[in-house]
Nanobody
Framework: QVQLVESGGGLVQAGGSLRLSCAAS????????MGWFRQSPGKERDFVAA????????NYASSVKGRFTISRDNAKNTVYLQQNSLKPEDTAVYYC????????????????WGQGTQVTVSS
């Protein structure tokens, strides 16, 4: 089994920054593509960003491209989401996920999920 634990969420003002972290268990972290999704109350779970097994390729939702950066450190079994220029519409619970695929932007193609970390951006 794979366990994922998110951290780094919090309350920030619009225009501020946060760095979310996702710590993964196990010894095969580098075998998984990793992604970040977000969900706000009453809305669908939306794709945010993804990164391939070795970090060689990334993909972003259009709503966050240029503001968010996904990265991974396989030696630390950790994936990050740097969030800059945050907007109130970024407010959501952010979930880290792992897929056995090379990469994916679809939540149903991910195999393991963390419990989420809350990001709240005030106007």
């Amino acid at each position: 089994q794979v366990q994922l634990v998110e951290s780094g969420g919090g309350l920030v003002q619009a225009g501020g920054s946060l760095r979310l972290s996702c710590a993964a268990s196990g010894r095969t972290f580098s075998d998984y593509g990793m992604g970040w999704f977000r969900q706000s109350p009453g809305k669908e779970r939306d794709f945010v960003a993804a990164i391939t097994w070795n970090g060689g390729s990334t993909n972003y939702a259009s709503s966050v491209k240029g503001r968010f950066t996904i990265s991974r450190d396989n030696a630390k079994n950790t994936v990050y989401l740097q969030q800059n220029s945050l907007k109130p519409e970024d407010t959501a619970v952010y979930y880290c996920a792992a897929t056995k695929r090379y990469s994916s932007s679809f939540y149903w193609e991910y195999d393991y999920w963390g419990q989420g970390t809350q990001v709240t951006v005030s106007s």
